[in-house]
């Protein structure tokens, strides 16, 4: 028997980079996982197949998000995936993982570079939790993935650095609101990570990969399994005691 076996589990933008290994994860652990995914069918589907063969359960949820009515999609979409394998709607653990980033500064951000980025982040899973607290069994998860800009400064980011600092708050004040029910909420802060959509310019260059790496006294950057990791911790009853709190899983870069 595993520690989240009996649980279910929605991971947002779990069909890619962190959040499949996330999903991965909580699903080896024990979990049914809910996959989302917003426009990748294909690699939600990757995802739970290879979920599957590793013995772990796992559907697909659609849903795209950062567009009007996003949340309301999403949980009928959710409570459908349900549905069809014969399980009362009902969720124990939601991680919000799914985000963008942008990539300008100050001067370079426009109106709808900063709308866009503050929809996906910020606007839908707060409407997300929102809609979904009553699905939320108690003693339940949520976990927020923040970033480690909000404490690093990085002016490249601003609007993303913004979004993720509205998720640390969110967690904090959902923290006080949900703990009579026995939920925790907290948000785990990553640094930079080795995934798919950052090998071109990361894992590809050696170089970079060392720069990167030097940042973190473990001399190395971050690996989706790490973050992972942090996030079935906070699943786990294990961290039954620790809520509100900001968790930065950058391997400790720029101390």
Do not use: C
């Amino acid at each position: 028997m595993t520690q989240l076996d009996g649980k279910i589990a929605l991971v947002t933008g779990g069909s890619r980079g962190i959040g499949r290994e996330i999903a991965t994860r909580l699903a080896a652990d024990g979990a049914l996982v809910a996959v989302h995914y917003g426009t990748n069918k294909a690699a939600a589907e990757e995802t739970v197949t290879r979920i599957a063969q590793s013995g772990g359960q796992a559907f697909t949820v659609g849903a795209e998000l950062g567009i009007p009515g996003d949340a309301r999609a999403l949980w009928a979409a959710f409570d459908a995936g349900l549905h069809r394998i014969g399980i009362e709607p009902g969720l124990d653990i939601l991680v919000n993982n799914a985000g963008v980033t942008g990539s300008s500064d100050l001067a370079g951000t426009t109106e709808a570079e900063f709308d866009r980025i503050f929809a996906v982040n910020v606007k839908a899973p707060f409407f997300i939790l929102q809609q979904g607290i009553e699905r939320l069994r108690d003693n339940g998860r949520v976990i927020n993935i923040s970033s480690g800009v909000t404490r690093i400064a990085s002016p490249a980011l601003v609007t993303y650095s913004l979004t993720k600092g509205a998720i640390n708050t969110l967690s904090h004040t959902l923290a006080k609101q949900l703990g009579e029910r026995g939920i925790t909420v907290n948000a785990v802060a990553p640094g930079i990570v080795d995934v798919d959509s950052n090998a071109g310019w990361l894992r590809d260059d050696p170089e970079q990969l060392a720069v990167w790496g030097s940042f973190s006294p473990v001399n190395r950057v971050g690996q989706p399994s790490d973050i992972a990791g942090a996030v079935a911790f906070l699943a786990s009853d294990d961290s039954r005691w620790i809520t509100g709190q900001y968790l930065d899983a950058t391997g400790g870069a720029h101390l």
